[in-house]
């Protein structure tokens, strides 16, 4: 039973920071291309960077942890710390 609940929240946190960093944290992502776009950077753009940089970690340690496990540990995911911060 515990390993199938550790290998669940993963999948659950991955639909949970998908929704809440391009829905609710929209403004964020925004930001990022502002500055992209302009060279000016604002606190938008240090959360969006921040969060989308920890989903798109978090992402990879999951999409490709089988690549990965020799050089780094795939079973840390941050997908709690994109809800949180947004």
């Known amino acids: 039973m515990a390993d ?5 929240f993963p999948h659950l946190f991955l639909v949970m920071a998908t929704y809440v960093l391009f829905a609710v944290g929209k403004q964020y992502l925004k930001g990022i291309w502002n ?6 950077a604002t606190m938008d753009t240090l959360i969006g960077m921040g969060t989308l940089v920890a989903f798109l970690y978090s992402f990879a340690m999951g999409a490709f942890g089988n690549l990965l496990a020799p050089y780094v540990d795939v079973m840390v995911h941050y997908y709690d710390v994109t ?3 947004i």
Do not use: A
Not at 35 to 40: D, K, N
């Open 83 to 85: 809800i949180v911060v």
């Open 4 to 8: 199938r609940t550790r290998d669940f």
């Open 35 to 40: 500055f992209v776009r302009y060279g000016e």
